[in-house]
T-cell receptor
């Protein structure tokens, strides 16, 4: 039972355009969400987080939106850069340090 | 920021042998460490949670006798894959939590270990 889903395994975007990565979850108890970026053969690195008391969090080119009623969150990258090409994971937790990860979306930013 | 060092980055071993993977927090004390496994094109799956000085808590379906976890100090956790078999080949990643809160600065990943069992 995949509680956190990233239904798009891959996404290609032109440099300078917006990248939108989506994540859906099923557990309404999740109250904290993270986005990680992962390069091949490396561990994930933190990008941005959001708690369930907010619906938006912004950090530079990265913005995460949370729609609790739809159990959906998205990561927007504007403008997209070639260095953003990586696999992006969303992760969710419900009051503990135990996070459930999605399967990842591979983003390719075309120069 | 917080740094977690994981070694080795890759290892090839023969079937039936054991492999130890180390995870060290370099500039903070990690009260809790997590071990994940990632198969190709799949998500990171939590294997176990270890707290310094106590036994690890394993997720359902993870054999605790096969994946031995030791968290003897606040800066070091080890995962030993015992009697490794080809199906254990995977990417193993550790993560450490400093206990300073739920924000991400308390949850830092190592660089991962690619294990190949031949």
């Amino acid at each position: 039972d995949q509680q956190v889903k990233q239904n798009s395994p891959s996404l290609s975007v032109q440099e300078g355009r917006i990248s939108i990565l989506n994540c859906d979850y099923t557990n309404s108890m999740f109250d904290y969400f993270l986005w990680y970026k992962k390069y091949p053969a490396e561990g994930p690195t933190f990008l941005i987080s959001i708690s369930s008391i907010k619906d938006k969090n912004e950090d530079g080119r990265f913005t995460v939106f949370l729609n609790k009623s739809a159990k959906h969150l998205s990561l927007h990258i504007v403008p997209s850069q070639p260095g953003d090409s990586a696999v992006y994971f969303c992760a969710a937790s419900s009051g503990t340090y135990k996070y459930i990860f999605g399967t990842g979306t591979r983003l390719k930013v075309l120069a | 920021g917080a740094v977690v060092s994981q070694h080795p980055s890759w290892v090839i071993c023969k079937s039936g042998t054991s492999v130890k993977i180390e995870c060290r927090s370099l500039d903070f004390q990690a009260t809790t460490m997590f071990w994940y496994r990632q198969f190709p094109k799949q998500s990171l799956m939590l294997m176990a949670t270890s707290n310094e000085g106590s036994k690890a808590t394993y997720e359902q379906g993870v054999e605790k006798d096969k994946f031995l976890i030791n968290h003897a100090s606040l800066t070091l956790s080890t995962l030993t894959v015992t009697s490794a078999h080809p199906e254990d080949s995977s990417f193993y990643i550790c993560s450490a939590h400093s206990g300073t809160g739920k924000a991400n600065y308390g949850y830092t990943f190592g660089s991962g270990t690619r294990l190949t069992v031949v």
